[in-house]
């Protein structure tokens, strides 16, 4: 059992120097047999063992993390979280998320730092308006909060914006979702984990998953580089590596995988508090807590496993944010990295079954994953312990591309793919 | 990040080309008589491997024709170039 953090361990604990904390997550070593296996120990991965645990009372689950939990793409976003979609599937999913985030912090007795500060959705030209209007009515619809705001209303929510109508993508307004923001992303990792492990979930790193043992059309185990882990249920929560889980199963994905990149700055005082998104120049803006500008680039073209793009995805990104934000010319940026996405057709995510028994996938959410971390594990838990999809997730199915019936969020997608 | 030898310009910069996705994915001769699952494993399922890749780009600042390549996405290294029409490198 874990021992509650309060003001009160941290008062106990600062007597000896911060140095006896209790460990967060043990280092247990696979046993043989597990009913229920995680591959991917991101947030996604470690939320849906979490969820399992807790909402479906299920014990004996692992999550095997090649790395080390939250190293992939949980630990390279942007952190933004919104639920401002078009579609009313896209809607209840992503707004699932929000709801949950809202509590998180209480839930998991661990900080995430989820600051509802709100999202921006700049608009550059008339077709950018009567779309971001349109999506204003949908959220509406939805239950969803979305403000618009024009030029003025921009200039004043956020005055660092250059409003001029002289540039060359000039703002003509904004839709604003207040209850958006951000979070920590790497505490939601630790967060999830630490809850999950206190509930018997194994926790293992350093764990590669090197194939999928098949009988028939049902599961029989995994081979990893820690030793064979017999199991009759696989949720693979792989991210960038979705299709390279399911090429070891025989399965083919809807997939590609590519490169996204992201920067931070050197850090600044307090200088933007909101996020500002801009789809049509691609630059999104926030400040992290420590005062560096944390800025979303935008994808490669092309399949690649490499975790670095290219220069001129940067470049494009940059004189973006130069010319909406000349304030930030002699800034200098302190790190840059990129992280694999896995990109579906049209650009939603997949929580789905597949055409084996016993094999589930949590994948395809490209550009945007974090946002719905604990709504995508939510979903996935419930589909896997019952076998069956949530009604929130049944249309993030993966036979919506035999069927035709996709979800296209290409418009409400932050990244232009 | 790497330099493409244009099968007919040599070599250039990758940001001189476009990329056109998986190479050698041919369109259905009757598609009339496609299932839906046919047609989704044409339109949609793609091999997204993690290794050699065999795809299609086009010198869209240079020449502006179609070739293939066959490059190693694990590591961005290309393997060969070669012409549309012409078969893969094993």
């Given at each position: 059992m874990k021992n509650k953090y309060s003001i009160f361990t941290l008062i106990k604990n600062s007597f000896s120097?911060?140095?006896?904390?209790?460990?967060?997550w043990g280092n247990p070593k696979p046993k043989s047999y597990y009913d229920i296996v995680i591959v991917g120990g991101g947030g996604h991965g470690l939320a849906t063992a979490y969820y399992l645990a807790?909402?479906?009372?299920?014990?004996n689950i692992a999550v095997v993390e090649k790395?080390?939990?939250?190293?992939?793409n949980t630990g390279r976003n942007t952190t933004i979280i919104r639920s401002?979609?078009?579609w009313d599937a896209s809607a209840g999913l992503y707004d699932h998320a929000l709801k949950i985030w809202e509590n998180l912090s209480q839930e998991l007795n661990f900080?995430?730092?989820?600051?509802?500060?709100g999202v921006m959705n700049l608009a550059h030209n008339q077709h950018d308006v009567r779309e971001l209007k349109r999506r204003t009515h949908a959220n509406r619809l939805n239950g969803i909060d979305c403000e618009w705001l024009n030029v003025d209303q921009v200039k004043e929510f956020?005055?660092?914006?250059?409003?001029?109508?002289?540039?060359?993508?000039?703002?003509m307004g904004s839709t604003l979702q207040r209850r958006a923001g951000t979070a920590r992303h790497d505490a939601v990792a630790w967060g999830y984990a630490r809850s999950a492990d206190s509930m018997g979930v194994d926790i293992i790193q350093n764990c590669e998953v090197k194939g999928i043992k098949r009988k028939g059309d049902s599961i029989e185990g995994l081979e990893t580089t820690k030793g064979f882990i017999k199991t009759s249920k696989i949720g693979v929560a792989?991210?960038?590596h979705s299709s390279v889980i399911a090429n070891m199963a025989g399965l083919k994905l809807p997939l590609e995988s590519k490169p996204l990149q992201a920067l931070v700055s050197e850090p600044i005082k307090p200088i933007i508090d909101t996020v500002v998104m801009s789809n049509a120049v691609h630059a999104y803006v926030s400040q992290s807590d420590k005062g560096e500008l944390v800025i979303g680039a935008g994808t490669d073209s092309y399949v690649s496993y490499t975790q670095k793009g290219t220069h001129e995805i940067i470049e494009g990104t940059l004189k973006a944010v130069l010319e909406l934000?000349?304030?930030?010319?002699?800034l200098r940026m302190l790190r840059q990295w990129g992280g694999i996405v896995d990109i579906c057709p049209d650009a939603s995510p997949i929580i789905s079954k597949t055409s084996i028994k016993g094999l589930y996938f949590n994948c395809g959410?490209?550009?945007?994953?974090f946002k719905a971390t604990p709504g995508s594990g939510h979903l996935f838990a419930y589909t896997i312990a019952k076998d069956e999809p949530h009604a929130l997730n049944?249309?993030?199915?993966?036979?919506r591309f035999v069927s035709g019936d996709l979800v296209d969020e290409h418009g409400a997608a932050a990244v232009a793919h | 990040m790497f330099i493409i030898k244009c099968p007919?310009?040599?070599?250039?910069?990758?940001?001189?080309f476009s990329y056109g996705g998986e190479?050698?994915?041919?369109?259905?001769?009757?598609?009339?008589?496609?299932?839906d699952d046919q047609w989704a494993e044409y339109l949609f399922m793609r091999?997204?491997?993690?290794?050699i890749h065999y795809e299609r780009w086009n010198h869209s600042h240079g020449c502006r024709r179609w070739f293939n390549m066959a490059r190693?996405?694990?590591?961005?290294?290309?393997?060969s170039v070669y012409k549309i029409g012409e078969k893969p490198p094993v």
């Open positions: 120097y911060h140095e006896n904390w209790q460990k967060a807790k909402e479906h009372n299920l014990k790395g080390w939990i939250g190293g992939g401002n979609y078009l900080n995430v730092m989820f600051s509802q500060r956020c005055p660092i914006i250059n409003c001029s109508p002289d540039i060359r993508y000039p703002v792989a991210a960038g934000y000349p304030i930030f010319s002699r959410w490209g550009t945007g994953g049944a249309p993030f199915n993966i036979n | 007919y310009c040599g070599e250039r910069d990758h940001s001189e190479a050698h994915i041919n369109r259905p001769k009757k598609p009339t008589e496609l299932t091999k997204n491997i993690k290794g190693d996405t694990s590591n961005d290294k290309i393997h």
